[in-house]
């Protein structure tokens, strides 16, 4: 049987179905328990080490490789339209359909931090990766971010905010918007139309230096690097949710929900 390296050095795209895989926590079918969550996130972050030491270590400790592989990523996550996510959402719409897209994502980003951060507290990668962050808190990085532009972009979907372009294009337009924690705005020229030109790719590796940086404060003895890892994540997305929330509103002129 082949090894999980040998797997990524087979399958280039191994990180991109693994992040795929890692992502389906959101109601849709085919969500993952707890046991899977951890084992893919052990392949990935073999597949991650793999994918560094090919990429040598040239632009590894400034985040171009980071960037790169999550552009490769983004493509490929499943964004479902409004009917699916009705569908996966018990017939939800508006605010209703986008609190419980909020929730589902919070409590995916946070189990990810908690086995991310308990398996990082445990076991360091072999080779340099990252500023030598273990492999697992980078793969916690790619996963949480893959969710969020999951979430940031079926959101626009539940608005009705509809971002032109092919998918690649519309991929990059979420994942810019991701980077600075924003609705993307279709009636602003450059931001759909535009390729990910240098500001774009900084401003897409800062954040993921960011979020990378906020995931190796969870290193620490196994429980606490757990209870850390969900906490930092779930507060994370959170905070995304609701300014990219407000965006959205702003640009469809809807009032924000009455409080019950």
């Known amino acids: 049987m082949a090894s999980d390296a040998d797997r990524a050095k087979e399958s280039p795209d191994e990180v991109a179905e693994l992040v795929g895989k890692l992502v389906a926590q959101d109601g849709s079918p085919g969500e993952t ?23 040598g270590q040239s632009g ?38 986008a609190d419980d897209l909020v929730r589902t994502a919070v409590k995916a980003t946070t189990a990810v931090g908690a086995v991310g951060g308990a398996l990082a507290a445990g076991q360091f990668a072999a080779p340099p990766l990252l500023l030598s962050a273990p492999a697992q808190l980078v793969a916690e990085t790619l996963v949480v971010a893959a969710i969020e532009v999951k979430l940031l972009a079926e959101l626009h979907e539940v ?20 980077s600075k924690q924003r609705g993307v705005d279709p009636l602003h020229p450059a931001s759909v139309t535009l390729a990910l030109g240098a500001a774009a790719k900084t401003s897409l590796r800062n954040r993921l230096m960011r979020t990378l940086g906020r995931h190796l404060t969870t290193l620490g003895p196994f429980l606490t690097g757990a209870v850390a890892g969900g906490a930092l994540n779930r507060a994370a997305t959170k905070r995304l949710a609701e300014a990219v929330r407000a965006d959205l509103r702003r640009q469809r002129a809807l009032p924000p929900p009455s409080a019950s």
Not at 33 to 55: F, I, N, P, W
Not at 62 to 76: E, K, Q, S, Y
Request: no cysteine; aromatic share 8%.
């Open 60 to 97: 590894i400790g400034r985040g171009r490789w980071l960037a790169d592989v999550f552009m490769n990523i983004a493509p490929r996550l499943p964004i479902r339209d409004l009917a699916t996510l009705q569908e996966h959402h018990y017939g939800l719409t508006g605010e209703q359909l």
């Open 33 to 55: 328990d707890g046991a899977e969550r951890r084992r893919l996130l052990g392949r990935l972050g073999t597949a991650l080490a793999v994918s560094a030491r090919k990429a």
């Open 159 to 178: 608005y009705g905010v509809q971002v032109p372009g092919n998918g690649g294009q519309r991929a990059t337009q979420f994942a810019v918007a991701w």
